[in-house]
């Protein structure tokens, strides 16, 4: 512990973001980092705790506290503080294969689980990850390091979001000859076309995949497993299949006019959007124009809020942002206290631009859509909504949000999104691997494990787990790479 009193002496800094009136004429990352002596000084407020709740990973109180990648966070909070970086990214590389990508969309758990924001604010763990990544790419730390040897073992990994490019890094560092197949255009996933640019710009991960393909990784775009590409086929020219195809079944509202036009998943949106930007910078027109419309979103996450941002950036007459749920308290509740993860409100970057050009939060509470409303032309142009209640199921007992009689109200809507979450795996892969699904509709494995029902064919991700964080994502995609090299080869030495 190099700064023994840093917790007392400093306070937390964060890197300031663009105003949101700034920052909302374009799609690029907003945040300007802090510099090397600052971020040293952010390095130098943490405690290195004897019990080290950030990296814990654990589940208290029903929910994860710490990293699930068990980060050794006060190893390389203290390397920052006395200027050994490239330590740092050694320590930060051990058990994290894309930090450069979780130190720009991870919710950060860590810092929730952090002593210091027991009695004060947590030290600054997410930019001190980005630190240390960005400052391995500008002094060559991360450069590519293929390996030395190589087995004569062939892994498919079907799917390129954060499980299955973890599990390509982790095999093929493993010597192993690792294909990743991908169905879109940009091997990514979720990272590359779920996730808006601002939040993580795409050049952010072609730089990765590009040290990945220098290390020895094929990618194979285009490749819609399943579809036209045969399973069969992989199965036959590959010793193990991994299965990391995200749960990609949006949750649907069922409500009366659905069939209106203008009423669309929210990944649709997000994709179409990002596409159009990479390929043109929307020359072609091929996204789903928000100008001068007023917008209804339907999910108060993550999602949601980054269809919140996006509207406004393609210029919406008005954005509302429709959740089910209660608002959360501003502080934590006695019943909710560190180190489980807080259960609070949070603004976030949508949010706050919202607020800088309309004048107020886009977000109503316990509010649903009752019914879509279309004009002449098969066009939605309103929304009936209604407020929503807390009452038990007489049946389950089990609590579950109903409509209020008689509180419905009308609001206009040329554009609705839906981002009401994910309902699992899709089903047309799991049939051409023959895979069996669980009631959640994910693949099933035995507990703690990633084998399939189908010899050598494992699973990994959201396709395994259910709709999740990018951090757990990278936690399946590192498990399941150390099952898959165990049964090849008959012992493990991946971390």
Request: charged share 25%; aromatic share 8%.
């Amino acid at each position: 512990m190099g700064k023994p009193t840093g917790f007392l002496e400093y306070e937390r800094v964060a890197s300031e973001a663009a105003a949101p009136l700034e920052r909302i004429k374009n799609f690029n990352e907003f945040h300007t980092p802090l510099s090397e002596e600052e971020q040293k000084i952010q390095g130098a407020r943490c405690m290195e705790c004897g019990v080290p709740f950030c990296q814990s990973g654990m589940v208290i109180g029903g929910m994860v506290s710490g990293c699930p990648l068990n980060n050794l966070t006060p190893e390389w909070n203290d390397l920052i503080y006395i200027g050994n970086w490239e330590q740092a990214y050694n320590r930060l590389k051990k058990t994290n294969s894309f930090p450069e990508f979780t130190s720009r969309v991870c919710p950060a758990p860590c810092e929730a689980a952090c002593t210091c924001g027991l009695h004060g604010d947590p030290v600054s763990i997410k930019e001190n990850e980005r630190a240390i990544i960005e400052h391995a790419y500008e002094t060559g730390y991360a450069k590519a390091n293929p390996p030395s040897m190589r087995t004569d073992k062939k892994i498919a990994v079907i799917g390129s979001g954060p499980s299955g490019l973890a599990a390509a890094d982790q095999l093929n560092k493993r010597g192993h000859n690792v294909t990743v197949f991908e169905r879109e255009d940009r091997v990514g996933g979720l990272l590359m076309y779920g996730i808006p640019n601002m939040k993580l710009e795409k050049q952010v991960i072609e730089r990765k995949i590009n040290i990945m393909k220098q290390e020895g990784v094929t990618f194979v775009t285009g490749a819609n497993v399943g579809e036209n590409y045969k399973a069969g086929k992989i199965r036959r020219n590959f010793d193990s299949v991994i299965l990391a195809c995200g749960a990609s079944n949006p949750r649907d509202i069922q409500a009366p006019g659905r069939d209106a036009q203008g009423i669309y998943f929210a990944v649709d949106f997000l994709k179409a959007t990002t596409k159009s930007l990479l390929n043109s910078n929307f020359e072609d027109g091929l996204f789903i124009p928000a100008k001068d419309k007023h917008v209804i979103v339907i999910g108060g996450g993550d999602t949601g809020n980054d269809c919140v941002g996006t509207s406004i950036r393609l210029g919406c007459a008005s954005v509302t942002q429709l959740e089910m749920m209660p608002k959360l308290p501003d502080q934590r509740a006695e019943n909710n206290a560190w180190p489980e993860w807080p259960r609070v409100c949070k603004t976030d970057y949508g949010q706050e631009e919202a607020i800088a050009v309309f004048g107020h939060d886009p977000r109503i509470y316990q509010t649903t859509v009752k019914e879509f409303i279309k004009d002449e032309t098969g066009k939605v142009c309103k929304v009936i909504l209604v407020k929503l209640e807390s009452q038990k199921n007489p049946e389950t007992g089990r609590m579950m949000m109903v409509p209020i009689e008689g509180s419905e109200w009308e609001a206009p809507a040329d554009l609705v999104l839906i981002a009401a979450g994910f309902l699992g795996a899709q089903s047309y892969v799991a049939d051409a691997f023959g895979v069996e699904l669980n009631a959640r509709t994910n693949v099933a494995t035995e507990e703690g494990h990633y084998a399939t029902n189908v010899e050598n064919v494992f699973t990994a991700g959201d396709m395994h787990r259910g709709q999740s964080l990018v951090v757990w994502a990278i936690r399946e995609g590192r498990n399941v790479a150390k099952e898959v090299d165990r049964c090849l080869m008959g012992y493990t030495n991946l971390a």
